[in-house]
Nanobody, 123 residues
Framework: QVQLVESGGGLVQAGGSLRLSCAAS????????MGWFRQAPGKAREFVAS????????AYTDSVKGRFTISRDNAKKTVYLQMNSLKPEDTAVYYC????????????????WGQGTQVTVSS
């Protein structure tokens, strides 16, 4: 069983910063990539950022480029999402996910998911 546990969400004013963490535990698996997705009320879950585990290649959705940074700590099996210059439209539940399949942003190919952490940005 693979478990992903997110932390670091909260309430922040527009222009502020938050750092999300996602710790992986459980059985060892050969992850290809880990990613962050988000789901705002009434909207579909969407890709935010991802990083391939072996090479560290990153990808971001256009709306967060230059503001969000994904990083990882291999030893801790943890992936982070540093979110700066937050906007009210960033308000959503943020999910960490992992995949063993060669994909970057295809949500349907991510097999393991965390429970989500709420990020609320006030104006």
């Amino acid at each position: 069983q693979v478990q992903l546990v997110e932390s670091g969400g909260g309430l922040v004013q527009a222009g502020g910063s938050l750092r999300l963490s996602c710790a992986a535990s459980g059985r060892t698996f050969s992850r290809y990539a880990m990613g962050w997705f988000r789901q705002a009320p009434g909207k579909a879950r969407e890709f935010v950022a991802s990083m391939t585990w072996s090479e560290g290649r990153t990808a971001y959705t256009d709306s967060v480029k230059g503001r969000f940074t994904i990083s990882r700590d291999n030893a801790k099996k943890t992936v982070y999402l540093q979110m700066n210059s937050l906007k009210p439209e960033d308000t959503a539940v943020y999910y960490c996910a992992a995949t063993t399949i060669a994909t970057i942003d295809r949500i349907e190919l991510y097999q393991y998911w965390g429970q989500g952490t709420q990020v609320t940005v006030s104006s």
